[in-house]
Every structure is written in C-alpha cells, then in structure tokens.
T-cell receptor, first 115, second 114 residues
Framework: QKEVEQNSGPLSVPEGAIASLNCTYSDRVSQSFFWYRQYSGKSPELIMSIYSNGDKEDGRFTAQLNKASQYVSLLIRDSQPSDSATYLC???????????????FGKGTHLIIQP | DAGVIQSPRHEVTEMGQEVTLRCKPISGHDYLFWYRQTMMRGLELLIY????????DSGMPEDRFSAKMPNASFSTLKIQPSEPRDSAVYFC????????????FGPGTRLTVL
C-alpha cells in the first residue's frame, strides 16, 4: 500500500518569511514527485515536479528530494498572503519519460501566511 | 489554450438516481484520469485511460461506478445507483506521454447525494 504522509497543519508563517512543507512516502520505487497547490473550493494546480535527488528551483519555489530518506520538501521564499492554500504532495513510481500513471497524494498541508 | 473541462460543476441528486459526470481533456493529451476528493480520504485515483483504453480501474469503489472514453476528447464517469457516501468532488486530469506525468486538473464536479 503506497502511502504519502504530510503534516495537516495549519502551518502559520509570517509574510516575507520562508515556508517549509514536508512530505514522506513509503514506496521505495517512487521516482516522480509533485507539489500541487489547492485553494479552497478550487482544483489542484501543479507548481513543481522533481525527479532527481537534490534541489530544483522555480522562482520563489524550491523542491528538495532525498530518495534515501524517502523525503520531499517544498520551500516558498518571500511568502505572500496569496500563498495561503493547501499544498498536496504526490508521488508516482514511473521514471520520468516513462509514460504516465495515477498519482498517490498526501492529504495536504494547510499553509497560512500572516500579513 | 483551454484547460481540462468538466461538467456539470455542481450536481445535487437523490439517493438511487443515476449520475453522469463529463470531462474533456486538454487537446493532444493521451492520458485521462478520474480522481475523487473527500475530507476523510483525500484525493484518490479512481481510473485512468491511455489512448481511450482503460488501463487501471482498481480504484473504482464498486460496480456502481463505471467510466468510458469513447474518443480522445470526451470521457464520462457514471454512478448508478448513487448513494450519500458518493458525495465528493470528482476531478478529471490529463497529461501527455511527453509531459513526464505532470497532470493538469479540471475544475471538478461537486456531487451531493441526498
């Protein structure tokens, strides 16, 4: 049974600070990792994907992957009130470029950016 | 470019009625996924298609649920008969084989079964 664990929060971070979101997964063969942002009443929106150990940066977002520890994180720099949302971690066992498959999602971390 | 389109956006029905949810994937995407989201269970995969062929339906909760994809631009998820425990938000997502499994979600259908 594949499992993806996230702290449900809420995680409260002051505006301008760094928000750190964490995710662990149980399936050692997982190869593809994704972060989605979901505003209340809206659909999940893909914000980051990562496939190799290390860091991947995109604007204010940095995804970090450590396959040995089965750990994925998302850092949001210079947090803004508009970043307040639920962040979903998702994993998949396919290698990048190996087609597509259903994602296994965590239940999400509710992030609140305090002005 | 249009994203994933789902209809209806909201559906309220009574127990025992048939419900049909519809999805149009992003043009050119060859994978289509149906997910269900509830507070208790989070976001769960129900079924997915590749080139209109069902690949994995192990997430479909029971025989009351069925899904079809008659062509590359249309899919349906049908619940017959519906039960109150089917109340959830149903999302459709799509991706292309060249997109490294980055899936893009539609706006969802909020289903309430009374």
């Amino acid at each position: 049974q594949k499992e993806v664990e996230q702290n449900s929060g809420p995680l409260s971070v002051p505006e301008g600070a760094i928000a750190s979101l964490n995710c662990t997964y149980s399936d050692r063969v997982s190869q593809s990792f994704f972060w989605y942002r979901q505003y209340s009443g809206k659909s999940p929106e893909l914000i980051m994907s990562i496939y190799s150990n290390g860091d991947k940066e995109d604007g204010r977002f940095t995804a970090q992957l450590n396959k040995a520890s089965q750990y994925v994180s998302l850092l949001i720099r210079d947090s803004q009130p508009s970043d307040s949302a639920t962040y979903l971690c998702a994993v998949n066992s396919l290698y990048s470029g190996g087609g597509a498959d259903g994602l296994t999602f965590g239940k999400g971390t509710h992030l609140i950016i305090q002005p | 470019d249009a994203g994933v389109i789902q209809s209806p956006r909201h559906e309220v029905t009574e127990m025992g009625q048939e419900v049909t949810l519809r999805c149009k994937p992003i043009s050119g995407h060859d994978y289509l996924f149906w997910y269900r989201q509830t507070m208790m269970r989070g976001l769960e995969l129900l079924i997915y298609f590749n080139n209109n062929v069902p690949i994995d339906d192990s997430g479909m909760p029971e025989d009351r649920f069925s899904a079809k994809m008659p062509n590359a631009s249309f899919s349906t998820l049908k619940i017959q008969p519906s039960e109150p425990r089917d109340s959830a938000v149903y999302f459709c997502a799509s991706t292309a084989v060249s997109s490294y499994n980055e899936q893009f979600f539609g706006p969802g259908t909020r289903l309430t079964v009374l």
